[in-house]
């Protein structure tokens, strides 16, 4: 039996030897191990500097990092482009209006915004397409009162009457039309810029303002809603024209006619009315 590793006597010390020997054949061969993965190493960065690659790139490429940021610039320009145009006051619209996407294209008016309790209602404008039949263009030069009118058509909503006047224009039935419609849930439409008169108030057109109501009954009672708006509405005019409540008047008061027919024939609700209007104009003092 060998004896390799016995630490003393004359076997002992060549023992000694060969191992010492074999340490360092095994230190050379992990030193040349070492050189070569150093080698290895400098040659691959050197690649890498080359190409700008790496071994392991995963998302944060560079191409990718580029990608992302034109992407970001991309959505701060939309964003900022579209401040711009919400912010220009060419485009702008006064709040409280809104315009109805119509086929005559850009036609609205900027409305006066009173504070407080006559402040502006929710307009809705839709102007009808001038033509001799209900949209003259006569300019509406002074403005001494409001005259206040129903569609006498029960159920029929605000916007079926607006179209009633547009239409005119190919129907040729009548000459009529309203300055203001207010329908069924409160909703206003306006039809005519208040610059141009309307044609509602026979004698009264040249220096009056007209607000047509839509009620759900034969009897011309007005809904909560078409009622709130009206006040509201009329209060509002009566303030940008520096006008009372006794400005405020019925179709009725002009010709005769049975309009608007429940406020001819309920005086009282009627002075109600007026009374609720001059309240409000009372309190925006
Ligand atoms: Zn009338």
Not at 25 to 43: C, D, E, F, G, H
Not at 94 to 123: M, W
Not at 124 to 131: A, C, G, K, L, P
Not at 215 to 233: C, I, P
């Amino acid at each position: 039996m060998a004896q390799k590793n016995f630490p003393g006597g004359k076997n002992g010390e060549k023992s000694r030897k060969r191992l010492c020997a074999y340490q360092k054949l095994l230190y050379k061969k992990a030193l040349s191990r070492k050189k070569k993965r150093t080698r290895k190493n400098r040659i691959f960065n050197r690649k890498k500097r080359k190409t700008g690659k790496t071994k392991k790139q995963g998302i944060f490429t560079r191409k990718n990092l580029e990608i992302a940021g034109t992407i970001c610039m991309l959505s701060l320009a939309v964003v900022v482009f579209g401040h711009a145009i919400r912010w220009n006051p060419f485009t702008r619209r006064e709040p409280g209006t809104v315009q109805r996407e119509i086929s005559a294209g850009d036609d609205y008016q900027i409305l006066p915004a009173e504070e407080g309790p006559c402040g502006r209602p929710e307009i809705i404008q839709d102007f009808i397409v001038e033509n001799p039949y209900s949209r003259s263009g006569i300019p509406l030069e002074q403005v001494n009162g409001i005259v206040v009118h129903y569609v006498a058509n029960a159920g029929s909503t605000a916007e079926e009457n607006r179209n009633y006047f547009e239409n005119l224009k190919d129907t040729h039935l009548t000459k009529a039309s309203s300055h203001f419609i207010i329908g069924l849930d409160g909703e206003i439409i306006q039809c005519i810029p208040l610059d141009e008169i309307s044609y509602a108030s026979n004698e009264r057109n040249s220096d009056t303002i007209s607000i047509e109501c839509c009620h759900r009954k034969e009897n011309g009672k007005f809904t909560k809603k078409t009622y709130r708006s009206l006040v509201k509405l009329t209060a509002w005019l009566c303030a940008t024209y520096g006008l009372s409540s006794s400005d405020v008047i019925r179709h009725y008061d002009v010709t005769g006619k049975l309009c608007p027919l429940y406020f001819v024939r309920h005086e009282d609700a009627w002075e109600e009315f007026l009374s609720d209007i001059q309240k409000k104009l009372e309190k925006n003092q």
